[in-house]
């Protein structure tokens, strides 16, 4: 019997971590993201596209990665996890650590247009604090981000 405990303890362990796994995006699963994102900005209309993004429309969330939009103010123009935030002046919004994240991302985005910005933020899945890179670009005069959670 207490070989069958210790089994099944194993087995429920592996497929907790299996299970985990999978919630957590890739780096290639967020830039392709954007990719949709961009897409659907130039075929729909920025306004309709930020509507589906903020609405947690399937095509625009998977697990963990989720659609923001910024304007080059740091102004939220859509938010993939958080409608709350759409509208709001956010460019002095800080992480955890005091980083004022959206002002780089707005810096970033003028001196790159494509990149990658590394803060911490409040996980979906989880609800804790994690050390999150977002990959963005440049679309007109707004920013198109998804980000992955570092484990």
Known sequence: ????AISLSFFI???SICVRAEEF???KEAEAMVQKAIAHIKSAGADSAYADFTAQKPDFIKNDIYVVVYSMGGKALAHGQNPKQVGKELIEFKDADGKEFI???VELAKSKGKFWQ????TDPVTKKILPKSAYCEKVDDSIVCAGIYKR
């Open 1 to 4: 019997m207490k070989l069958f």
């Open 13 to 15: 362990a592996i497929v």
């Open 25 to 27: 995006g890739t780096a």
């Open 103 to 105: 002002k780089e991302r």
């Open 118 to 121: 590394d803060y911490k933020f």
